[in-house]
């Protein structure tokens, strides 16, 4: 069955530090893959997204993913995070059909 | 460009009682879909139309169901409310479609927050 995994459902880091957001699909062939941000009480928000060619891509906000095939994985990393990137974030994952499946969220605390 | 605007945005019913929720997509989006996401749950999609069309539906009890109109509004109902399906209802569209490479990526409003008593 097609599943995104997100294996870590809290993390904390230091303002500053560098961040990254685990994500791991499962699909028979390889799926569009996003990170979405969302702020308490809000909807969500496209960070970035991969439909194919450079294995990096960027994206709003400082954000960037690296897609690895060999690893079923599209993390989600951050040089340095800032207070205000405290939210939820999900990956997802469709393969061009009508339904886009998210994986459970990763929850990112920040402390000062 | 308007994003995609969901009514209401709160409320509040009792056990038994029915709602209904209300989608504009984005100008120009002919797809909408509809998720469930509850602190236990997640995300869970309930489903997607297009062109007035359910294309796929997840795995929900019939008490839910939606309609799309022509103008690419939707609504979702839900009927003989539970306890349980309090939670926040989040509606998303997209530019899937004739001419459009469908790709999954959506475009979210902020979500009706449904609590029932």
């Known amino acids: 069955a097609q599943s995104v995994t997100q294996p870590d459902i809290h993390i904390t880091v230091s303002e500053g530090a560098s961040l990254e957001l685990r994500c791991n699909y499962s699909?028979?062939?390889?799926?569009?893959l996003f990170w979405y941000v969302q702020s308490p009480g809000q909807g969500l928000q496209l960070l970035l997204k991969y439909f194919s060619g450079d294995t990096l891509v960027q994206g709003i906000k400082g954000f960037e993913a690296e897609f690895k095939r060999s690893q079923s994985s599209f993390n989600l990393r951050k040089p340095s995070v800032h207070w205000s990137d405290a939210a939820e974030y999900f990956c997802a994952g469709n393969t061009g059909g009508f339904k886009t499946i998210f994986g459970a969220g990763t929850r990112l605390f920040v402390k000062a | 460009k308007a994003g995609v605007t969901q009514t209401p945005r709160y409320l509040i019913k009792t056990r038994g009682q029915q709602v209904t929720l209300s989608c504009s997509p984005i100008?120009?989006?002919?797809?909408v879909s509809w998720y469930q996401q509850t602190p236990g749950q997640g995300l869970q999609f309930l489903f997607e139309y297009f062109s007035e069309t359910q294309r796929n539906k997840g795995n929900f009890p019939g008490r839910f169901s939606g309609r799309q109109f022509s103008n690419s509004r939707s609504e979702m109902n839900v009927s003989t409310l539970e306890l349980g399906d309090s939670a926040l209802y989040l509606c998303a569209s997209s530019s899937t479609g004739f001419g459009f490479v469908n790709t999954g990526e959506l475009f979210f409003g902020e979500g009706s927050r449904l609590t029932v008593l």
């Open positions: 699909y028979g062939a390889t799926p569009y």
């Open positions: 100008s120009g989006h002919r797809s």
